[in-house]
């Protein structure tokens, strides 16, 4: 994907910089977290962008950071990125103004916003385009254009953006606006940054002026429309970042039904991650998939259910109410309602979890079922195994944590209390309401007190 995008490949480029400007601090978002790491489809803002900017295979990639820079870094501590700091924050073209020893004089120039989270590659492919020899520029319709900065044409021509503080009354009606984002060559670029001025209502240094400087030296300032005005939309506000989610999570819908995933209601799921889904899968309202999601041939999720890291094999039904985290599941297994898999969970093919049944770090084998009311732990459960209601495994001892096995073939009744370390043998029967502290034979094993009856015992009388 990222060799070739909209006639811009690797091979008619030689060095490209991707400078993502991260360093405002969303006073309006109301929070003591600096505004790129709030968090959109569970990742935060910055992640998005510095993914986009990935995609494109940049030879260096420069993150400016200001409000809260250490703890932005540390967000990204694991990641490839040189980082430039803007001390005081003095407008857009200042941060630029930072960065600029850092780059590569014959490189291209692409300058893109930590707070704008879903552009598209293709359209970021489109933009290089248009500014591998003068200035590309990003603009958008918008509805509301309130807060933008306006595109400023003449004889259709681009001639400058004016920010809505210094806008005209009818600049202000105009509807196409800039995105932000720009594309040139940095040898050029750097020559227009280190002219801008600061004779503006906020006094500060406006990167979008450089477009006017562009124009005054004869160069063509190409525009790059994007087709969704979500692409160039920032988040400045928690209203803001609710709308991106809205748009983003529309976005993941309709690539699921054009796949042919069945949505009950493409309105109510949240995808936070990657869900790949194979062919006729089904999924209920209210549904929520966070990390690394495989969902096979035929499975389907019922309603209001939140799987985590989860693969999931062929025909597999997953009810109403269920948690499932960092766990494997195999083929033609039924599960919940109201159940949970715990991580370190493996579950061979046709085997039942019931409602309100919890299972941590256990491996069940094919046709083994636990149908109600159960906890299992740290376990080895075999084949067609039937786990009666009310079962827990004791595996924890207040220090550290102990194996059950239960092997194939067993049959443990209700509310039986199975005290690891302990096996139990193939073909075991316990009796329900045992405490199994020992290892069991094949056969039947009942471990409870003897039934007592008092026909003399009176309750107390109240005084």
Sequence with gaps: MSGYIAGFSSSNRSVLNILILAAGQGRRMHSALPKVLHRLAGRPLLAHVIDAARSLSPQR??????????????????????????????????????????????????????????????????????????????????????????????????????????????????REVSAGFLCAPVARFAGWVRRLGNDNAQREYYLTDVVALAVGQGVEVATVKAADWTEAAGVNSKRDLAVLERAYQRRIAEALLDAGVTLADPARIDVRGALVCASDVTIDVNCVFEGEVHLGEGVTVGPNCILRNVNIAAGTEVHAFCHLEDAQVGSRCRIGPYARLRPGTTLAEDVHIGNFVEVKA?????????????????????????????????????????????????????????????????GSYIGAGSTISKNTPAGLTVARARQMAVPAWKPPGKK
Excluded at 144 to 161: D, F, L, Q, S, T
Excluded at 397 to 415: L, M, P, Q, Y
Aim: charged share 25%; proline share 3%; aromatic share 4%.
């Design 362 to 426: 256990s491996h069940i084998a094919k046709g083994s079922k636990a149908n109600h009311l159960s906890y299992i732990g740290d376990a080895e459960v075999g084949s067609r195994v039937n786990i009666g209601a009310g079962t827990i495994t004791c595996n924890y001892d207040g220090v550290a944590k102990h194996r059950t096995v239960i092997e194939d073939d067993c049959f443990i009744g209700s509310d039986a209390t199975l005290v690891a370390p302990v096996t139990l043998a193939k």
């Design 61 to 174: 990639l420069i993150v400016v950071h200001g409000h809260g820079g250490a703890r932005v870094r540390a967000a990204f501590a694991q990641q490839d990125i040189e980082w430039v700091e803007q001390r005081d924050q003095l407008g857009t073209g200042h941060a630029v103004m930072q960065a600029l020893p850092r780059l590569d004089p014959n490189a291209q120039l692409l300058v893109l916003y930590g707070d704008v989270p879903l552009i598209r590659h293709e359209t970021l492919g489109a933009l290089m385009s248009a500014g591998a020899a003068g200035l590309g520029l990003l603009t958008v319709e918008a509805d509301n254009p309130a807060g933008y900065g306006r595109i400023v044409r003449e004889k259709g021509r681009v001639r400058r953006i004016v920010e809505e503080r210094d806008a005209t009354p009818e600049e202000r009606a105009v």
